[in-house]
């Protein structure tokens, strides 16, 4: 069976839906283990056992929490994301397996944010904090309405096992990953971080000239001294 005109659809599956106060954009790309355009690598759950050990390759954020870390599946629990029909996430991953479970990525503030997500179920849910000081909660049944995914918990499928990317309107300062039972399974996380406004890039420039005249002040006083 050839996937690939069906990875196509899943791929362009790219829209807006309407959030309570903000906008959201959602892409999936089923089995879409590249990073997207502009992303990095914030974590891929190596590391542990807490979340808060988990190790995170960029500076700025945090992991916390009471979910788990799993290698491989165990049946009825958790299984390891789908890359392919036949190939799966062999290293350690994030699942929250009952619904008193909770996983937190706090940010320096990003533009978007990317999930490896295995087994979507329509109990899965992403709650996000924006900068705008609003929160938006997307439901794996919400996402199941959009073409090219489903949330029907298939281990192998590629509507329910692939690369999700939000953004909204504001910037995204927090991500919470629940799920109403087994399971919510992430292989990695990815974000596109924010470039500084030219406010912002003016302010430090002032800043450094502020500390460079600072040090030619002290300079001459030691001359003088
Ligand atoms: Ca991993
Ligand atoms: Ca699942």
Known sequence: MNLKPLHALAGAAVLAMAATSANAAVTFIG??????????????????PTLAEV?????????????????????????APAF?????DTTQYLSLTDADQVAVLT????????????????????????????????TGAMLAALPG??????QTGFTSNGRLTFSFDSAITQ??????G??????????????PEPATWAMMILGFGGVGGLLRQRRAGLLAA
């Open 31 to 48: 089995y879409g283990t590249d990073l997207g355009e502009g992303e990095t690598l914030i974590t891929d759950f190596e590391g542990g």
């Open 55 to 79: 190790l995170l390759a960029q500076p700025g954020f945090t992991l916390s929490g009471d979910a788990e870390l799993f290698t491989g599946s165990i049946t009825g629990l958790t299984a």
């Open 84 to 88: 392919s029909a036949d190939t799966r």
């Open 107 to 138: 940010t320096p503030g990003v533009s978007a944010l990317s999930f490896y997500v295995g087994s979507l179920d329509s109990y899965n849910s992403f709650t996000f904090q924006l900068a705008d000081g609003t929160s938006q909660v997307v």
């Open 149 to 154: 995914m489903a949330a029907n918990g298939s």
């Open 175 to 180: 991500a919470t990953f629940q799920s109403g």
């Open 182 to 195: 087994a399971a919510l399974e992430i292989s990695d996380i990815t974000a596109v971080t924010l470039v």
